[in-house]
C-alpha cells in the first residue's frame, strides 16, 4: 500500500491476444515479485492471474470507492486497447481490494499488471500493457515458507471467547441482532513469503473457493460479495457454519442439522436481506430463493443462497461492491451498531479482510468477492503474514462452540503455509 496516487493519468497501451492453453494459472506467475505484485482470482481452473504494475492508485477514507472508480474510468478513457478475445476479463483489467473500515490505515488498492493470463469457458488469453514482448516469463517453483512460529494478534482465544460472551449480552439486552466478530493471528517465517506457494496451496485443496491474491492479500473465499457480467448481477451470501469432521456419514447428519438450525438460519436471513436491499436499487427481477443450501467444503459447510438480478442502472461492479459492503454476514446487524461492536470488541483493525476484493474490467463488468480465509503478507516484513477468521455471533451463539469455528475458518491458511 505505498504506491501514491499518480498526478496524472498515465496513457495504458493493452493488447490481448488468444492463447493456447497455458495449464495451471497459479503456476505461470513469475518468482521474485514482491509479494504486492502478484495478483490472483482462480477458481476451478478459471479465472486471472497477473505480475508486475503497470499502474496503480491507493485510496483511503470514506470516497475510497469513489476516487478508486474515478481513477479507473480516467484510466480506460485514456488506454490504447486492442482485445482480441473480448470476453469478461479481457482487455483492461484492475485488481483491487478494500479495507473494511473506512478509518483503517490500510485502506485501498486498486493495481494494473504488466501482465494478465486469463481463462475461461475453455478459451485462453495473455494480456500485456505497456510491454514489448508477449512472451511468459520462465517460472521457478514456489518454496514452501520455513522455521514458521505463531502468535495470538490482539487477543488471545481464551480473550476473544471472552469478547463473544459479551456481544451475545448485548444481543440480549437489545442493542444489536447479530454482530459478526474476527480475530487475528500472526505467523512469522525465516525468509520472505512466496504468496505463489499459498495460492498453489489454496486452489488445489480449495477449488470451490476463489483463490486471490492483490497488494499482498492473499486468500480462498468462499464468498462471491458480486458479479457483474454483461447486465446479470450475482450474490453469494454464506451465514451459519458447521466444521466437517471428514467422516462422510456424520458430515451428512451435520449438514442436516445445518439446514435446520435456528440459530445458523436466523443468522443467515440477516445476511440475505441486507444484499437483497443493497442490490434492489441497483437491479430489477430480483430472485432470492426462499431457503438456502448447504455448501460443503473441505474444512467447514455453510449456508447459503444465490441472490442475482438484472442491472437497470449501468453501475459497475465495483459500485455495486460498494453498495454491498458491509453486508450483515461480515459486520451485523444494524449495520452501525454492529460496527460499533466490532470497534469495541476486536481490538484491531481489520485492515482490508472482509473487504471487497476482485477485479474489474473496462466495460465495469467484474467479481468481487470478500476477502476472508485470508492473510495480509507484511510488505515492509514479507516474512510475517497476518490471518484472520471472523464469526457471526447472534443470540443463540456459544462462546466455545465460536472459538471452535473460528479454529476452523482459520485452517485453510494454515495448512497452506505449511
Known amino acids: ?20 492453453d497455458p495449464g495451471d494459472l497459479v503456476g505461470l506467475i513469475p518468482a521474485g515479485r514482491p509479494a504486492e505484485d ?7 481452473e478459471e479465472g486471472l492471474v497477473g505480475w508486475g504494475r503497470a499502474a496503480a492508485v491507493s485510496t483511503s477514507g470514506d470516497a475510497r470507492f469513489a ?24 482487455g483492461l483489467v484492475g485488481f483491487g481490494s478494500f479495507s473494511f473500515r473506512n ?10 499488471p504488466e501482465m494478465i493470463v486469463g481463462r475461461r469457458d475453455g478459451h485462453a488469453w495473455l494480456t500485456t500493457i505497456n510491454r514489448t514482448t508477449d512472451q511468459l516469463p ?3 517453483p514456489a518454496e514452501a515458507p520455513t522455521g514458521l512460529e505463531r502468535t495470538d494478534g490482539a487477543l488471545s482465544p481464551a480473550q476473544w471467547r471472552g469478547a463473544v460472551g459479551d456481544a451475545i449480552e448485548y444481543i440480549r439486552a437489545g442493542r444489536i441482532d447479530k454482530v459478526v466478530l474476527a480475530r487475528d493471528e500472526i505467523h512469522t517465517a525465516d525468509a520472505d513469503i512466496d504468496p505463489r506457494w499459498l ?4 486452489s488445489t485443496a480449495y477449488r470451490d473457493t476463489w483463490a486471490f491474491a492483490v497488494d499482498g492479500l492473499v486468500g480462498g473465499t468462499p464468498e462471491l460479495l458480486v458479479r457483474s457480467d454483461k447486465g446479470l448481477v450475482t450474490s453469494r451470501v454464506l451465514a451459519g457454519t458447521i466444521r466437517r469432521t471428514g467422516s462422510d456419514d456424520h458430515d451428512l447428519a451435520l449438514a442436516a442439522s445445518l439446514a435446520r ?8 436471513e440477516f445476511a440475505v436481506r441486507s444484499v437483497e436491499a443493497a442490490l434492489r436499487p441497483h437491479c430489477s427481477s430480483m430472485n ?5 443450501f448447504v455448501l460443503h467444503l473441505p474444512n467447514v459447510m455453510h449456508l447459503a443462497t444465490d441472490v442475482s438480478g438484472a442491472l437497470t442502472d449501468g453501475a459497475s461492479s465495483l459500485t455495486l461492491a460498494a453498495s454491498l459492503h458491509p453486508s450483515a454476514a461480515v459486520c451485523g446487524t444494524p449495520t452501525r451498531e454492529a460496527a460499533l461492536v466490532i470497534d469495541e470488541l476486536e481490538h484491531m483493525d481489520r485492515g482490508r479482510y472482509a473487504g471487497p476484493v476482485g477485479w474489474i474490467d473496462a466495460r465495469g463488468d467484474g467479481e468481487w468477492g470478500i476477502a476472508l480465509r485470508s492473510g495480509q503478507i507484511d510488505i515492509e516484513n514479507p516474512c510475517r503474514i497476518r490471518l484472520f477468521a471472523g464469526c457471526g455471533i447472534v443470540e443463540g451463539s456459544d462462546p466455545v462452540s465460536e472459538v471452535a469455528e473460528s479454529v476452523a475458518k482459520l485452517a485453510p491458511m494454515r495448512e497452506a503455509l505449511r
Open 1 to 20: 500500500m505505498n504506491e501514491a496516487r499518480p498526478a496524472a493519468t498515465p496513457r495504458l497501451r493493452v493488447r490481448t491476444y488468444e492463447l493456447t
Open 38 to 44: 502478484v495478483m490472483s482470482w482462480v477458481r476451478r
Open 67 to 90: 476516487d478508486a472508480e474515478e481513477w479507473w474510468e480516467a484510466l480506460v478513457a485514456a488506454a490504447d486497447v486492442v482485445d482480441e478475445v473480448e470476453r469478461p476479463g479481457t
Open 103 to 112: 478509518s483503517s490505515d490500510e485502506g485501498a488498492a486498486l493495481v494494473v
Open 138 to 140: 520462465e517460472v521457478k
Open 199 to 202: 495460492l498453489a496451496r489454496l
Open 261 to 268: 438450525s435456528s440459530k445458523d438460519l436466523v443468522e443467515h
Open 288 to 292: 432470492v430463493p426462499d431457503a438456502p
